[in-house]
Every structure is written in C-alpha cells, then in structure tokens.
C-alpha cells in the first residue's frame, strides 16, 4: 500500500531553512486560521483519526479503477456518517473530518445538502420522520433538480408531480425524453430516496417547481420501485467514486406527505397554499453555492501548498557557472506563478468567512418573515461561485505548470485537485448562467436608483459619485483603501455603461430580450468587476479587521495589494477606459508588485505552513511537510500494481511475436 506517512526521517534541508528564516510565526497564523488552540487541537485528532483509518487514508486511490473507486468511496462515507453520529454532529468537526480526509464518497450531497434540504424545506412532521433515518444511514437520498434539457433554469423543469385528490397521491412523470434527472450524484446505485424537484400541478394549475422527498429504491433488496428508470451516466472527469446517475418516471403514485411542506400546504382534497417566499425554494441552493466557494478555497490552499512546498526544495539552473543550483522559488517567473495564487487563497479565505455570515444574517432574519435581503445573497452567491470557481481552477493549473512534469503526476495529487476543481465550474450552476443572475440583480439595482431609490450593501458604490484617480503616488498601491476605491470606479463605470446601453434599445423601442442578448457578454464583464470587487473589500475588511501581529498584518496586506495589483494589470483596459488608473501608472504598478513579491519571499513556505495540512490530507508525493519529494515520488512507483512484474503481461500477448520475429531477422 502506498503511504504519505514517514518516508525519510529528517526534513529536507531547503526546506527546514525556510521556516527558520520566516519573519512571521506559523502558530500565530494557524491560531488564527482556525480561530482557537482548542479547534487546532481536535483537527490533530481527527487528522491522526483519518491517518489510522485504512478506507479514510485511501493510500492506493490513484492505481484503483472506477468501481473500486465507487465501493471505497461507500465505506468511506459510512465512516463519516459514523465520526458525524459520534460527535453528535458537531458542525466544526463534521466539516474538519471532511475536509481532512478529503473523503470523497458517492452520497456526499446526502450529508452536504440533502439534509440541510430537510432542515430548511421540510415540515416540523416530516424532519421529526426522515432527519433521524438520514443521519444513520437507514435511507440515502441525492437531491435531483438538473434533468437532461434543463440545468439553472429552473422555472422550465419538465419532471411533473400532479395531485389525484381522490387517491390523495401525486402521480410524478418525467413526460419528455429531455426530463429525466440526470448528473445528481448517488442517483445511480446508491440512493434509496430522492429529492425530487418538480412542477406541481393541481386540478389543473401548475404551481411551480416544488421539492417531493420520494423512494426510489426497495428498502428490502433495492430494487428500483415500479416506474422509476435509474442507472449511471458513464465515465467523466474526477469523482471517481460518486455514481451520477439517471431518473425517469413513468406514473409513479406518491403519497401526499412526500411534498416537502414547510413553506407550503397542500390539503387532501387539493386546496394548496403558498407560505411565505417562493423564494425559499432556492435556500439550500444557495447554502450549497458557499459550500463550493468554501470547496475552491481549499482546492486552491492544497494546491499552492504542494506546489509551494516542493518550489523550496527543487533546484534548477545557475545565474553563474560557480553558483550552486538555486531554488526555483527564487525565479522571479516562479513568484509570478506561486505568489498570486497564494493571495488569492487568503482571499477566498476572508470572502468564506464574510459570505457565511452574510448567509447566517439573512436566513435569520428570512425565518422571521423578512426576505429584504434574499435577492441580494443570491446575486452575491451565484457570482462569487462563478468567480472563485473560475479563478481557483486557472491556480490549481497554473501552479501545477508550476512543478514541471512531477506536476502531472498523480501522485502528486495536483491533477486530481485541478479535476476537482474544473466540476465546480458547472456544479450548482454554469458560470455564465451565475454571472447572468447576477447581473440581472445589478440591472436592476441600477433602475431603482434611477428611480431615486437609495442604494445599500453590495451595490452601495454604484450609487456615490467617484471622481478622478486615486493613485497619487506609486505608494498608493499598497494602500487598501484606494485599491478599493480603483475597483468601486472600474466596476461603476462597467457596470453603469452596459445599463445605459440596454436600456437605450428598450427606451427606443426595442424588446428586453434584444438588448440583453446583444449586450450580455459586456454584462458579463461588468459582473466580474463587481464580484472581484466583493472579494477585495472581503478581503481588505478582513484583514483589517484581524487582530494580529504587526508583522503578520504587513503580510497579509501585501497579499491584499498583491492580488489587487495582479486583478488590475490583467485588466488595465477596463481600468483606464473607467478613468480609475492613467497608462503611466502602469509601471508604477509594476514596481509595487516586484516590491510585495519580494516581501512575501521568505514568508511563502510559513504562509502555506499556516493551514495546518497533514500528509494525510494533502496526499501528495511533491508537498509533503518533510520536503522529501523525491524520495516520496520514487517510493510511488513502488506501489504502482504495473511494476509488480518484470515482464507485463502485455508481452505475450502483444509484443512477443513481433519482437521474436525481430530476433530472428537479426
């Protein structure tokens, strides 16, 4: 079995160097990264838990095909139900053991949204019946919203459920080819329920998409139910282990109960009525759309610390022909590949924390009847899902580039890491899709205010007036505040000027659908600007807000200039257009950008240090805390089931006859 626990015995000597000289402390960092000795403390246990446990550590993943992969992807999961079960559920440790383990299973959206689903949507009656069966595993339910034809749109999904007063039932249907279910993840084999989101009809009237908690699969010998149509959706990349599966229904009768009726009430002779927002439907999606920025902050943080980690102890090329071999993290083309990354990873980590409390404050306040604020966490969600996923898959491939061929590897576990990144690019909604709800929200933003309405929040700036630039002095990038102000003008000025064309078609005449369909690649743009914008005031008020060190504070506000200074140079176009920069601070910018990068040199390995990944956690043969890469990427090759005999068994089938009549010619 291959193993990331001790190869070697010692640290390797590079990197034991760039700890020693770190300016900043990598306990000050960790404290403050997991906000109590006592959390550092327990996320060690779970850490040795996870490194004791055979089907946690999951040595030989990488050399496992797709079914071994399904079936050690089972037993893992039932090992997290049994940690979650054992700690009472205790978020914090159910989310560190996840994250620990990186336990990829094929009923993870069963724990990660299916019963959070439960607990927001369903009635008092049906949590106090289903939670309990859930959470010990005695049913396994997905959550199936995306059909074949349809994905985010959700108002035109196909799959029907439609109430038969008499029998008290619904009768559901999938009535067109391109409605069955089809990606949700433990569908196929696993699941014996279904969260099943479809359009409600009653004598007569459609209601709209509405969730129904549904069986699918016998309780007795798992069977799929009379009517119901299920199987995989075949091979893709990553999730190895989850079966995607399909859904189709042919008449399928459902008792009444299975509605999921907390924001809704259907009586048994068909009387329905709507609770509150419609728009509670959409809860857990958007819950789950922070899960995933979470998800690309910590594909993103493993990536740069292997990537980061291994850039310490590889040696490559002389500046002089009497220098010793430098460390490639001392190439200022490295740094331009590491450095931005690792900003960029602390800035999802300030934008996580701020969008859950974001989502706790609103969902508070959308429990007591107040849904003022709804439309604006679904603007901010979708966005910063498209952004971040986007952005962290472009770091997860970036800095593997970084590492050369070792890089691709799969024993280096950057491959993977990319991969899983890519899926969160279209899970819970396409990109462009997110972007586009978005900046629907903006379109509409603007409108009120020019219809005298006030501006709060996210969209505060695009109701003040910002003027001229703000750089003074070349100084001024790395002062926060004026980097903000350079990224409220841009993302105003975007923003803005893509309202005043849409709405010029509409006042002349034109349709809404024209104009947003001529002019919606520009709405794309100008939401990115504000999205990027979101993150860096995240960031910037984080870090702010942060009490730490002096020494750590300047670190962590190089970082914030850093990525502000890295956002803006790739797109000088638009700032300049907006009037924020002028082209002679271009080289300005420059010169502050080799400046931070130069500050954060002899802190990268401690700033990666900080995250407190164990071995057993990162996997990875190139990043492991020792720095013994290529001791660890040797001893791989051991465990690869293709080195076990001298001679492949290929030979002899294959090449043998070819090479014997070869011998023979000669």
């Given at each position: ?311 310490a102890v590889r040696r490559q090329c002389t500046m002089t022909t009497s220098e010793v071999e430098k460390q490639v993290i001392d190439y200022q083309t490295q740094k331009m590949k590491l450095f931005p990354w690792l900003a960029y990873t602390y800035a999802l980590y300030f934008l996580v924390r701020q969008l859950n409390r974001f989502y706790d404050t609103v969902y508070a306040r959308f429990e007591e009847g107040d849904f003022s604020n709804l439309a604006e966490l679904h603007a901010i969600c979708a966005g910063t899902k498209a952004l971040t996923t986007y952005e ?81 002095s070349p100084n001024d990038f790395q002062n926060p505040a004026k980097l903000l102000t350079l990224f409220e003008k841009r993302a105003q000025w975007l923003v803005m000027d893509v309202a005043r064309k849409m709405y010029s078609i509409t006042e002349g005449g034109g349709d809404i659908e024209t104009a947003w369909n001529l002019y919606s690649y520009q709405l794309l743009q100008s939401t990115t600007a504000h999205c990027e914008l979101y993150v860096l005031r995240a960031f910037v008020d984080g870090v702010a807000l942060s009490a730490v060190s002096a020494e750590l ?114």
């Amino acid at each position: 079995m291959m193993s990331f626990r001790n190869v070697c015995t010692t640290i390797n000597s590079d990197l034991q160097k760039e700890r020693d000289s770190a300016i900043i402390s990598v306990e000050e960092l960790a404290l403050f990264i997991w906000g109590s000795k006592e959390r550092r403390h327990r996320r060690q246990e779970i850490a040795a838990f996870v490194d004791n446990d055979p089907d946690l550590r999951n040595d030989n993943a990488i050399y496992s095909t797709n079914q071994e992969c399904y079936e050690s992807g089972l037993r893992q999961g039932i090992k997290v139900f049994d940690f979650a079960n054992s700690c009472n559920w205790k978020q914090e440790d159910v989310q560190d053991l996840l994250q620990i383990s990186a336990a990829s299973f094929g009923f993870s959206l069963h724990m990660v949204l299916v019963i959070p689903c439960l607990n927001k949507l369903a009635s008092e009656e049906q949590v106090a019946e289903l939670l309990p069966l859930c959470k010990k595993l005695s049913i396994i339910a997905n959550y199936a919203q995306t059909e074949l034809g349809h994905g985010t749109y959700v108002p035109n999904l196909e799959t029907s459920a439609t109430y038969d007063s008499a029998t008290e039932e619904f009768v559901m249907n999938s009535p067109t080819f391109t409605s069955m279910k089809f990606w949700p993840g433990g569908l196929a084999f696993t699941s014996t329920h279904s969260i099943v989101m479809a359009q409600l009809w009653v004598k007569g009237q459609c209601h709209g998409p509405h969730l129904f908690f549904v069986p699918i699969r016998s309780l007795k010998d798992h069977q799929p139910l009379k009517g119901v149509e299920l199987g995989d959706i075949g091979p893709k990349v990553g999730l190895h282990s989850t079966d995607n599966g399909f859904l189709r229904f042919d008449n399928v009768r459902y008792p009444r109960n299975t509605l999921m009726m907390k924001h809704c009430k259907l009586t048994p002779d068909g009387v329905y009525t709507r609770i509150g927002s419609a728009k509670a439907l959409y809860a857990s999606m958007v819950k789950m759309r922070v899960h995933i920025v979470s998800g690309a902050f910590d594909h993103l943080a493993k990536s740069v610390t292997i990537a980061t980690r291994y850039s310490a102890v590889r040696r490559q090329c002389t500046m002089t022909t009497s220098e010793v071999e430098k460390q490639v993290i001392d190439y200022q083309t490295q740094k331009m590949k590491l450095f931005p990354w690792l900003a960029y990873t602390y800035a999802l980590y300030f934008l996580v924390r701020q969008l859950n409390r974001f989502y706790d404050t609103v969902y508070a306040r959308f429990e007591e009847g107040d849904f003022s604020n709804l439309a604006e966490l679904h603007a901010i969600c979708a966005g910063t899902k498209a952004l971040t996923t986007y952005e962290a898959t472009r770091g997860c491939d970036m800095v593997s580039q970084a590492c050369g061929g070792h890089g691709v590897l799969r024993s280096s576990n950057l491959p993977d890491l990319y991969d899983g990144m890519r899926i969160l690019c279209t899970a819970e909604g396409e990109n462009t899709v997110m972007y586009l709800q978005t900046g629907r929200y903006l379109l509409k933003e603007v409108a009120a205010m020019e219809d005298g309405k006030s501006l709060t929040g996210s969209t505060e700036y695009l109701d003040r007036s910002i003027d001229g630039s703000a750089i003074q002095s070349p100084n001024d990038f790395q002062n926060p505040a004026k980097l903000l102000t350079l990224f409220e003008k841009r993302a105003q000025w975007l923003v803005m000027d893509v309202a005043r064309k849409m709405y010029s078609i509409t006042e002349g005449g034109g349709d809404i659908e024209t104009a947003w369909n001529l002019y919606s690649y520009q709405l794309l743009q100008s939401t990115t600007a504000h999205c990027e914008l979101y993150v860096l005031r995240a960031f910037v008020d984080g870090v702010a807000l942060s009490a730490v060190s002096a020494e750590l504070k300047k670190l962590f506000n190089a970082m914030v200039s850093l990525h502000a200074i890295v956002l803006l140079l790739r797109n000088s176009g638009e700032f300049m257009q907006s009037g924020a920069i002028a082209a002679e601070d271009i080289e300005w910018a420059h010169c502050q950008l080799r400046e931070i990068l130069d500050i954060i040199r002899p802190n990268a390995v401690a700033l990666v240090d900080g995250f407190e990944y164990a071995d057993v956690t990162l996997k990875s043969t190139l990043g492991s805390y020792d720095g013994n890469a290529y001791e660890r990427v040797f001893d791989a090759t051991k465990h690869n089931p293709r080195n076990k005999a001298k001679v492949h068994p290929s030979y002899y089938s294959v090449l043998q006859h070819r090479l014997t009549n070869t011998k023979a010619r000669l």
